[in-house]
């Protein structure tokens, strides 16, 4: 698979050399079928540890290398949406480089391809919740059901409906939303 992968991606780049639209648009039907349907999970243990303490570990695939960059310095971390959480040099150093390996553009996974290019032509945004395909997903869910929700509290706490984030699944199917077991009607 891989080696089949790497020269797709060599054809690719051979094919985006000739500039034309056309041979983009080739590429891109090439690679489709390779792509995974989620996202991928955390799986660095330093990450997991340090940015799931207070919430949901994201998986990095859920916002894009701008983002990133924005977000996990030095210089942003102790002030992290009202929160202190600031790093010591080393383990701000694997986590940067983890979230920066494993951004939405860098990932074929379906959920990540769908939030690079959403974010594609925008400021970095520094919240996954701003992301347009993102809200787009929820906007039919009720005040009631996300900040009026005691279980919830803000859309920011995916895991809170979505059963199995932390295996990197979102699909509307391993959706439970807490004290509201009737949300598709
Ligand atoms: C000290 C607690 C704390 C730690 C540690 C922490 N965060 Fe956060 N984070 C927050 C709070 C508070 C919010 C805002 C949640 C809300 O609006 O309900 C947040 C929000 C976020 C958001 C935006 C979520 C959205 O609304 O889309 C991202 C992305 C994020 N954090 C990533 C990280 C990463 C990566 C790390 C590890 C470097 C980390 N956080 C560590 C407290 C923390
Ligand atoms: C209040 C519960 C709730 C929270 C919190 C929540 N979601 Fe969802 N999410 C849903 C529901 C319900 C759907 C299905 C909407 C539909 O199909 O009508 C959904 C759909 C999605 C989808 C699209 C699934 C598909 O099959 O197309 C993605 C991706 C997603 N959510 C990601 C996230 C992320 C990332 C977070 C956290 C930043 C989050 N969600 C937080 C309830 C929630």
């Known amino acids: 698979m891989k080696s089949k992968l790497?020269?797709?991606?060599?054809?690719?780049?051979?094919?985006?050399?000739?500039?034309?639209v056309a041979a983009q648009s080739l590429l891109e039907a090439i690679v489709t079928p390779f792509r995974q349907k989620e996202i991928v999970p955390v799986d660095n243990k330093q990450y997991q540890d340090e940015c799931g303490s207070c919430h949901f570990?994201?998986?990095p695939g859920l916002l894009p290398t701008k983002s990133w960059e924005k977000m996990l310095t030095a210089e942003a971390l102790p002030n992290h949406f009202g929160d202190n959480a600031?790093?010591?040099a080393d383990t701000l150093k694997v986590i940067y480089d983890y979230a920066i390996a494993n951004a939405a553009d860098k990932s074929y996974y379906k959920r990540s391809r769908k939030i690079a290019i959403a974010t594609e032509k925008i400021e970095a945004p520094l919240r996954i919740t701003e992301v347009r395909y993102i809200k787009r997903k929820h906007h039919e869910l009720s005040e009631k059901m996300v900040k009026g929700n005691k279980d919830v509290k803000s859309l920011s706490y995916c895991d809170a409906c979505h059963t199995q984030a932390a295996k990197g699944v979102f699909d509307a199917d391993t959706v439970k939303i807490p004290n509201h077991p009737d949300w598709e009607d």
Request: proline residues 5%; negative net charge.
């Open 57 to 59: 570990a994201y998986p």
């Open 6 to 20: 790497q020269s797709i991606v060599l054809f690719g780049l051979v094919a985006i050399s000739i500039e034309t």
């Open 86 to 88: 600031e790093l010591d």
